[in-house]
């Protein structure tokens, strides 16, 4: 009789102890689940936080190159503006040297 009690006393013992440790484990199961989706939100935030900042780079260099463009076009335009009065002012000045040579030429063929 005492092996039977000192035997339900043993199992007793160890269905209490491996239910304590169960409980300890899915205890720490819980913690490690909630740290992972607390890790997983954090790492969500970061990413969207870096794509935001990303975009908004993206955003102000094209903006930068759009504006750059427009002042190139903007360059050219006034470049070719100023080649055209620089060759109708040397068409004039020729025009001119041209007409006062015939002038020289017509007085000296006089005398």
């Known amino acids: ?3 039977r009690t000192i035997a339900a006393l043993t199992a007793l013992a160890l269905a209490t102890t491996l239910a304590a440790c ?3 484990a899915k205890q720490a199961a819980d913690k490690a689940a909630a740290a ?3 890790a997983a939100d954090k790492a969500a935030a970061a990413t969207k936080e870096a ?3 990303a975009a908004a780079a993206t ?3 094209a903006d930068k190159a759009a504006a750059a463009g427009t002042a190139a076009v903007d360059a050219t335009k006034a470049a070719g503006t100023a080649a055209v009065d620089a060759t109708k002012d040397a068409a ?3 025009g001119d040297a041209a007409a006062k ?3 020289a030429a017509k007085e ?3 005398k």
């Open 51 to 53: 794509a935001d900042k």
């Open 1 to 3: 009789m005492k092996l």
């Open 22 to 24: 169960g409980q300890d």
């Open 36 to 38: 992972t989706k607390e």
């Open 108 to 110: 000296a063929a006089k």
């Open 59 to 61: 955003k102000e260099a």
């Open 101 to 103: 040579a015939v002038q």
């Open 92 to 94: 004039k000045a020729t």
